[in-house]
């Protein structure tokens, strides 16, 4: 069996050009070697359907909102616990309270229960996730990751080819 030649010929490349959305460009001086670059423009697409410069830059952000929520829920039952002792001292040591005002700091200190039991049990669930993402080094190399990615997707988007052989040379502008 005989070896097939692997160079294009000036038909097969005249096709793949047709068809190819992107952009051919083709210098040439008289006398001189051809000069061909192929540019990639709008690669963003084709090459990266997760679109994961957007996609690191949410899950930072999810990183840090957790972060935050966990220990703004920390402060609130905090806060709700020094309520509810306030509330419990008032009640204990007040000499004659209507019923009125029974039932007002009743109600008061059911909200304050209920307010402090909410940011428990979000914290339980944000607990293990906290845990992992207080990490600072991790939280540093997401960073990194995230400069690295748009870099990368700079570098893909602007890339262009330069011939290096004259495969091309049939394609001289005159």
Do not use: W
């Not at 793949?16 to 697409?45: M, V, W, Y």
Request: charged content about 30%; aromatic content about 6%; proline content about 3%.
């Amino acid at each position: 069996m005989a070896k097939r030649d692997p160079r294009l010929t000036p038909k097969q490349i005249e096709r793949l050009l047709s068809n190819n959305p992107n952009k051919i460009t083709i210098e040439s001086k008289a006398q001189e070697p051809i000069q061909a670059g192929i540019s990639f423009h709008g690669t963003d697409k084709d090459y990266d359907t997760l679109n994961s410069e957007e996609q690191m830059k949410e899950f930072c952000n999810f990183i840090r909102s957790v972060i935050s929520r966990y220990e703004d829920n920390i402060r609130c039952q905090e806060e709700a616990e020094t309520m509810e002792m306030d509330l419990k001292h008032c009640m204990e040591l007040a000499q004659k309270l209507t019923e009125k005002e029974k039932k007002s700091l009743y109600n008061k200190l059911t909200e304050v229960l209920q307010r402090r039991r909410a940011c428990k049990s979000e914290n339980e669930i944000l607990q293990p996730l906290y845990s992992f993402f207080s990490d600072k080094v991790l939280y540093n190399k997401m960073t990194q990751l995230q400069g690295l990615i748009t870099q990368t997707k700079d570098i893909i988007t602007n890339r262009t080819y330069s011939c290096r052989t004259g495969i091309l040379d049939d394609f001289r502008s005159e």
